[in-house]
């Protein structure tokens, strides 16, 4: 696992990575900075209380719940916008690191749009359900399982439907369910890291492609 996130990282900051880089990210961006808006747009055109005071009470308290909505948002957002751009990183990968292997296939638009959705979906529903559990001692460790979980599951199978059926992808993740588990603590410690998590979709992406890759020749 070192030595596959070693190289996803020197993958992800490399000259060819930066342009899908830029445009996950303007993407993201983009799209928080709307709903940001248009919620903080609501949130001041309203008057729920008779006193000035309490108005702005309710203001103030609106603004951090809006900044801590976003930060929660960031990464199923990225993961959204990412899933458009993850054949295009996974097969600048295989070329560079794997040439002598098949390329794999491309997901169809269609597929790779409504599964970045349904992954970014989920991770943000799991995450606002665990978060009342970080006032616990062991929140943060339910969180980062829960991540590694969904993290390490979706980015294996996404690659791996890139090589065989879908229901194929999910047989071999369940036969390596311990070791795409473990793979998949990388990016969820990865994605608490503020700025950091910004990169985690496309690191996880490169990062899955030397999972599979290993995973699939010692199976062979």
């Known amino acids: 696992m070192i030595s596959a996130a070693l190289k996803a990282l020197s993958d992800v900051l490399s ?44 203001t103030v308290a609106a603004g951090l719940g809006l900044f ?3 930060v929660l948002m960031i990464s199923p957002v990225t993961a959204i916008f990412a899933g458009l751009f993850l054949d295009g990183i996974a097969a ?4 560079k690191h794997y040439p002598m292997d098949r390329t794999g296939q491309d997901l169809p638009f269609r597929q790779a749009l409504f599964t970045g959705i349904q992954f970014g979906l989920l991770v943000l529903a799991i995450n ?48 390596n369910s311990p070791r795409v588990l473990a793979a998949g603590f990388v990016p969820a410690l990865l994605a608490l890291v503020p700025i950091v998590n910004l990169l985690v979709p496309l690191f996880a992406t490169a990062y899955m492609v030397h999972i599979y890759k290993q995973i699939s020749a010692r199976s062979r």
């Open 92 to 95: 600048m990968v295989e070329v």
């Open 128 to 175: 606002i359900l665990l978060l009342p559990v970080v006032f616990l001692g062991v929140g943060i460790f339910a969180i980062i399982l829960a991540n590694a979980y969904l993290l390490g599951r979706e980015y294996f199978e996404m690659i791996a439907m890139r090589h065989m059926p879908p229901p194929e992808a999910k047989q071999l993740r369940l036969e």
């Open 15 to 58: 000259p060819p990575f930066r342009a899908v880089l830029w445009k996950s990210l303007g993407l993201t961006v983009l799209l928080l900075a709307g709903l940001w808006i248009v919620l903080e747009v609501v949130i001041s055109g309203l008057a729920l209380a008779p006193w000035e005071w309490a108005n702005t009470l309710i």
């Open 68 to 70: 801590a909505l976003a």
